[in-house]
């Protein structure tokens, strides 16, 4: 079945450590979305991916980065947790803005 | 730019009674709108979108939201809720033509035995 893929879902870490969130998508999508999701607030977007090695960052400033190396995979990585990281990340993939997004189940990010 | 208000942070409702979920955007240009729905623990889910055409869009699980240009609102409505309809429903809106969506900040539908 097609569907699009986040790991680890829960993870706490350390202050100052590196951590790799990973998302896949096996839907063939070009377009790729990080968004990060906290309570009360809305979805803010803060990366962005329109194809192979194609990166944009997104409406939220964030510390992190993201890469784009084949169409399925779109990992995001903190080079160095903090505190403030602590939120659920949400991947997603459209082939289209007239589509809608497929999102993944998210990933709660605990940095303690 | 492209905006999203949904008007109630929590809506509380007997099973079986009918509710609506309100949605305001605001745009220069023509747009997709879009309703998501997130159960505990879980990622969005699509519910329907409306792209063009008919103003009246039915979505999977009885929901269905009818848009309106001239108060640039695009409701969600359900004749009769279930207990597993409780979770949080996102409103979002493209501008055609743009690839980036915009979100609401979701409401929560509280079902009541």
């Known amino acids: 079945e097609a569907d699009i893929y986040q790991t680890p879902r829960y993870l706490v870490i350390g202050t100052g450590k590196k951590i790799t969130l990973e998302c896949s998508q096996t839907?063939?999508?070009?377009?790729m979305y990080w968004y990060q999701q906290d309570p009360g607030m809305e979805l803010h977007l803060i990366h962005y991916?329109?194809?192979?090695?194609?990166?944009e960052k997104g409406d939220l400033s964030s510390e992190s980065t993201v890469s784009r190396i084949r169409t399925e995979h779109f990992p995001l990585t903190l080079e160095s947790a903090r505190p403030s990281h602590t939120s659920q990340y949400l991947c997603?993939?459209?082939?289209?803005?007239?589509?809608?997004?497929?999102f993944g189940s998210g990933t709660r990010l605990t940095v303690v | 730019a492209q905006s999203v208000t949904q008007l109630d942070s929590q809506v509380p409702v007997f099973e079986e009674a009918p509710v609506e979920l309100r949605c305001n955007y605001s745009s220069s240009v023509s747009v997709y709108l879009f309703w998501y729905v997130q159960y505990p623990n879980q990622g969005l889910q699509l519910l329907l979108k409306?792209?063009?055409?008919?103003?009246l869009v039915k979505g999977i699980n009885g929901f269905e939201a009818e848009f309106n240009k001239s108060q640039t609102s695009f409701h969600l409505r359900k004749p009769s809720v279930h207990i597993s309809d409780t979770a949080e429903y996102f409103c979002a809106v493209s501008e055609r033509g743009y690839q980036k969506v915009t979100f609401g900040i979701g409401t929560k539908l509280q079902v009541i035995p």
């Open positions: 991916s329109y194809g192979v090695n194609s990166t």
């Open positions: 839907m063939g999508h070009d377009k």
């Open positions: 409306y792209l063009s055409g008919s103003t």
């Open positions: 997603a993939s459209s082939p289209g803005s007239n589509y809608g997004y497929t």
